[in-house]
């Protein structure tokens, strides 16, 4: 076990080989992930050190003390935070040396193809196939809801390899090279008149044997190491208070006293005390996650902010009265990061109608909740023994 | 505010918790309870006096000098976390609490030594729905006597000794004994009110009524949000199970996706309840943004209690109907503890001062 001593002074190591001033970022970036400080608790060779994940603050704190480039997680979240760990838990040797190493230092973008036109909440029921031919798998089909795919060098794919079983045996996990012939990029346009998201179409995408990742038949299982981690980013994190979307419109309310109703303020302040409850709910299970009591509290936070965001967004459109009539710019545009808080009042209103959509609908997260938090009886599954080819469609 | 409230339990607590809860297993079942409402002696005594002088919970909040635990509201929230799961009728908010608080801020030591042993109860004689801050009523104060009739003294019947705001500023103790206390037909019959009528009472001044109304009634208000969780929890959990058990339509009616996201939802409310309370328990034992923390938790803690025990009763249906069934009592409790220590409105309006979120 490699301890924060241990760590701390291979940081330093790192840092006196590669001073961050005089070495480009890049390099840095390799060098780092290199001297297995990129992810401690990955493998060694794979960019960590088999460290406790806990330990990594370690790396970071020393690494920002001495004004090294990080690798700029925002910008590739979905390759941190979604491919990389899928890869390291299914992916071969060689795809493991092959893709870690780009992906952690941002050189090569990733993107998930998953959601789709027919397969939303019901995402097992996708329709996109891949039919092999000899060490290729040929896919047809369209996906949705692709965010960076305009950016993406990669991306994790999962298709349906065989539509005679039911649908969550049928599907398969693939790794898709977005340069490919057939693969077409479309930008999604949304409500807030800007396209964050793209639509993919996928043309007799050719993809080598070699890209499919876990067992053919088995990526409704590998999938959901993929889905798992989506969610994991929320817990750690620690917010001040008026630090969410509830920060804006008290500092609207606080410059404005002209716009101040009396309706108005006891809607303001229903809403800011929900909202600091929200923080303080996180916190405590930042607290529980640290002292190593993890507990199913995670699983509403999710609902609850979407549902703030939306009333705290509504109740500033309205605040502002004459200018909530106005937009700050219906531009086409295509963000490469997304800000729930940012712009004005009717971007952050319009934007976060997504809050209870992307990620697991509020309906499905309510009966993630009811079921394995409350244990209540699991919904009438009227699909499990049926083939996938005759489902309602 | 740099330093984060400590939202956990500790294992002390816990064990704290577990022997409350395993006491009031024994001695508090709801069929008791409900049979006592409409007895001649509304405060279970008996159980007062095991939790009181067996287990030393009355004297948490007083220091070890002065006869008590010298231990914080930290533990005094968990017990009523626990009385309110078990809608408990003993006077502990009132005495171990309120007028604990109001002692301790007036500093007479020997009737507070006497109020942490359990041996005698006290209550402040402010109506149950005063809000920290509010205005209070008082009686007349005369060469050393008392004048003057107070409403909805909750505990009051129980009550050995009285704390009464007088007229000069000054808070006074007076014997129950010297006073009328009439019951008045109560909302919640587990915390019944009284009316208080001194005619010429003697009374012993133990300090400045404003001050120590304030402090008392601030403790009252943060650990009312513990007793509120602990109602909201229990309604819960009831409601949870039993919609496991019963069936119509020949399936189990917790299966049911309307009733699923609404039992979804009302844990989401308990669960966002749960850090409040602890967060306010937390903030009167460190005195950091204690002001702030108990509004915040008094504002969003009573409605959640009374959607708790409002879905209870609804998602019972029938049966939740009836005087036999304990929901009703949750609901009494939860409805009245919305007005008690000031609405959420009441502490939404303090709020709008404390974070100058200030009226139009």
Not at chain 1, 79 to 85: E, F, I, Q, R, T
Not at chain 1, 132 to 161: E, F, M, P, Y
Not at chain 2, 141 to 167: C, K, Q, R, S
Request: with cysteine; aromatic share 4%.
């Amino acid at each position: 076990m490699t301890g924060a001593e241990e760590l701390r002074s291979r940081t330093r190591e790192l840092l006196a080989a590669h001073p961050p001033a005089e070495t480009g970022r890049l390099d840095f970036l390799r060098a780092r992930f290199d001297a297995g400080l990129a992810w401690v608790h990955y493998p060694e060779g794979l960019g960590g050190l088999g460290a406790p994940r806990a330990l990594q603050a370690v790396v970071d704190a020393e690494l920002e003390a001495a004004g090294a480039p990080d690798n700029d997680p925002r910008r590739i979240g979905i390759g941190l935070g979604m491919a990389a760990p899928t890869i390291l838990k299914y992916g071969t040797e060689e795809q493991k040396r092959r893709f870690l190493r780009p992906l952690w230092t941002g050189e090569e973008v990733w993107c998930q193809l998953f959601s789709e036109p027919g397969a939303g909440s019901d995402l097992a029921a996708l329709a996109t196939r891949a039919v092999r031919d000899g060490d290729t798998w040929v896919v047809n089909g369209q996906k949705v809801w692709t965010s960076s795919a305009h950016l993406a060098r990669w991306a994790i794919l999962i298709a349906r390899t065989d539509p005679d079983v039911p649908k969550h045996q049928g599907i398969t996990y693939f790794l898709c090279d977005m340069t490919d012939p057939g693969v077409e990029v479309r930008p999604l346009r949304q409500i807030t008149g800007e396209a964050e998201f793209n639509e993919v179409f996928l043309t007799g995408v050719a993809i080598p044997d070699s890209r499919r990742l876990g067992e053919v038949g088995d990526g409704w299982r590998v999938a959901q190491t993929t889905l798992n981690n989506e969610r994991v980013a929320i817990g750690g994190m620690r917010l001040p208070r008026e630090g969410g979307m509830i920060g804006p419109v008290s500092r609207t309310w606080r410059e404005r006293p002209d716009l101040r109703t009396h309706d108005l303020h006891q809607r303001l302040l229903k809403l800011w005390v929900e909202s600091e409850v929200a923080r303080l709910t996180a916190e405590r299970l930042r607290q529980q996650l640290a002292a190593g009591q993890p507990g199913p509290e995670g699983a509403g936070m999710k609902l609850a902010f979407a549902r703030l965001n939306q009333e705290i967004s509504g109740l500033e459109v309205e605040l502002r009265g004459e200018e909530g009539l106005l937009y700050d710019d219906w531009t086409m545009r295509r963000p490469e990061l997304v800000d729930f808080t940012g712009r004005d009042a009717g971007y952050r209103y319009l934007r976060s109608k997504g809050n209870s959509i992307e990620g697991g609908t509020s309906e499905v997260l309510l009966n993630i909740v009811a079921e394995r938090v409350l244990g209540l009886p699991a919904e009438p599954r009227t699909d499990k023994d049926v083939a996938w080819k005759d489902l309602a469609r | 505010m740099s330093t984060q409230p400590d939202l956990l339990h500790s294992e002390e607590e816990e064990a704290l918790r577990a022997a409350v809860r395993d006491l009031l297993t024994d001695h508090c079942d709801a069929a008791g309870v409900i049979a006592r409402t409409e007895s001649d002696a509304p405060h279970d005594l008996a159980l007062w006096k095991l939790l009181a002088d067996g287990m030393g919970l009355a004297g948490l909040l007083v220091p070890e000098a002065q006869g008590g635990q010298g231990a914080t509201h930290r533990e005094a929230a968990v017990v009523l976390e626990e009385l309110g799961r078990a809608v408990a009728p003993v006077p502990y908010l009132t005495s171990a609490v309120v007028a604990t608080e109001a002692l301790l801020a007036s500093g007479d030591e020997e009737l507070l030594g006497r109020l942490a042993s359990g041996r005698t109860i006290g209550a402040l004689a402010v109506g149950l729905h005063t809000a920290p801050g509010a205005p209070l009523r008082t009686v007349r104060a005369a060469d050393g006597t008392l004048h003057g009739e107070l409403t909805g003294i909750a505990d009051a019947a129980a009550a050995d000794v009285l704390l009464v705001p007088a007229d000069d500023g000054g808070l006074y103790a007076v014997a129950a004994d010297a006073v009328t206390v009439t019951p008045q037909t109560s909302l919640d019959l587990t915390r019944p009110l009284a009316t208080v009528t001194l005619d010429g009472a003697p009374g012993r001044r133990v300090g400045d009524a404003e001050q120590a109304v304030r402090r008392a009634l601030r403790a009252a208000a943060g650990l009312l949000a513990a007793e509120q969780l602990g109602v909201a929890e229990k309604s819960l959990t009831d409601t949870v199970r039993y919609l496991k058990e019963r069936k119509q339509f020949n399936r189990p009616v917790g299966g049911f996706q309307a009733l699923k996201h609404r039992l979804a939802q009302l844990w989401l409310e308990v669960v966002n309840l749960r850090a409040a309370a602890r967060a306010a328990a937390d903030a009167l034992a460190t005195g950091e943004d204690t002001d702030v923390l108990v509004a915040v938790a008094q504002a969003y803690a009573a409605p959640v209690a009374v959607h708790a025990a409002e879905e209870a009763l609804q998602l019972h249906a029938g049966i939740g109907m009836t005087w036999e069934h304990p929901v009703h009592l949750y609901l009494k409790r939860a409805k009245a503890d919305s007005i008690a220590y000031g609405t959420a409105g009441a502490h939404r309006t303090t709020l709008a001062g404390l974070v100058d979120l200030q009226a139009p």
